[in-house]
């Protein structure tokens, strides 16, 4: 990657988001950095700084609202004079039937998930067609690849995101301006805690082995480095979409028993023995935690 690449981050200030800060920032990137969380995103800033003499502009930026985002790329345009690549990171998870996901629930993972990145290929875009080159980078998921119970309503925003892609990937071509997927497994992030819960009794757990929030910023960097269309960040994950995709019944059969085997342990309570620490998320307010978003 070249010295002096401009990196835009969404959702920078935990997580996945903010260990691909760090991933760049190593590689001599400058940054623009953006979240809610002022604070948190401030703290990651001067880390960069700090560390690796980094160059990185932190701003206070809701996915959802399109002026905001604008600002965002504005900033790095105004700062650095160009824009290089962005990471449309920022998300929120939800868990729960799709049958008790209110409508203002649905909305708000859309607003967030699917808005936030729309907004930003929307800012984006006329700032590097007129540049002739740059990259996109888009974080689906591998719930957005194959749907799973409780996770409907988020995975349907992450299948949206593929589809957007796709389509934009195609419509690029010749300008110059790459666009990627990268597609993470269960990763160790907040993600977990701060996911909005409406099955009273069910603690969200990971699928699979956990990735840390490192190894997923590492392969958002390589997608740079290298461009792909799609980047799995499990590779033996995409045998089994193809799996699920060419045996859809038996991609049921597992599903259905997973959905029968959780509701049973969530009834009996045992299916997180933290339910009464994790209140359901009847009360509408997704749980944060500072602490753990330090964390990871
Ligand atoms: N962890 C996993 O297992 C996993 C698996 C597959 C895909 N993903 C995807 O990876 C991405 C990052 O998630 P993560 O695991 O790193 O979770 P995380 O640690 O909870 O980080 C989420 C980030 O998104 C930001 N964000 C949320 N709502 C926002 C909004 N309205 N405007 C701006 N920023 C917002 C948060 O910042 P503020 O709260 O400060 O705004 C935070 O920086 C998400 O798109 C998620 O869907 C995660």
Redesign the pocket.
């Known amino acids: 990657m070249r010295q002096g690449t401009v990196v835009v981050i969404?959702?920078?200030?935990?997580?996945?988001?903010?260990a691909a800060a760090y991933a760049f920032a190593r590689r001599g990137c400058r940054l623009v950095l953006?979240?809610?969380?002022e604070e948190?995103?401030g703290r990651v800033r001067d880390a960069l700084a700090q560390r690796y003499g980094a160059e990185a502009i932190a701003l206070r930026?809701?996915?959802?609202r399109a002026e905001e985002v604008e600002r965002l790329i504005a900033a790095a345009t105004d700062r650095f004079g160009r824009l290089d690549v962005l990471v449309n990171?920022?998300?929120?998870?939800h868990y729960g039937r799709v049958e008790d996901t209110s409508e203002q629930d649905l909305r708000e993972l859309i607003?967030?998930?699917l808005l936030?990145v729309f907004h930003g290929i929307r800012a984006t875009v006329p700032v590097m067609r007129r540049q002739g080159s740059g990259h996109i980078v888009n974080?689906?998921?591998?719930?957005g690849k194959r749907s799973w119970p409780f996770h409907g309503p988020?995975a349907a925003t992450?299948f949206a995101i593929e589809g957007l892609t796709q389509a934009l990937s195609a419509e690029l071509a010749g300008s110059g301006v790459t666009v990627s997927l990268v597609?993470?497994?269960?990763?160790?992030?907040?993600?977990?805690e701060?996911a909005k819960l409406a099955v009273p009794g069910f603690r969200p757990s990971?699928i699979g082995r956990?990735q840390s929030?490192q190894q997923?910023a590492e392969k958002i960097v390589r997608t740079v480095d290298h461009p792909t269309p799609e980047l799995i960040t499990v590779p033996l994950l995409r045998a089994a979409f193809v799996l699920a995709e060419a045996f859809p019944r038996l991609a049921d059969f597992a599903a259905k028993r997973y959905y029968r085997e959780a509701m049973r342990r969530s009834a009996s309570g045992s299916a997180s023995g933290t339910a009464a620490e994790r209140a359901p998320a009847s009360n509408g307010t997704p749980r944060?935690s500072a602490a753990s978003?330090e964390r990871?």
Do not use: H, Q, W
């Open positions: 969404t959702g920078a200030s935990s997580g996945i988001g903010r953006g979240a809610r969380r948190l995103l930026c809701d996915v959802r990171n920022a998300g929120v998870g607003e967030t998930n936030g974080v689906g998921s591998a719930a988020y992450k597609v993470p497994a269960s990763t160790r992030t907040p993600f977990f701060t990971p956990m929030a997923v944060r978003a990871s």
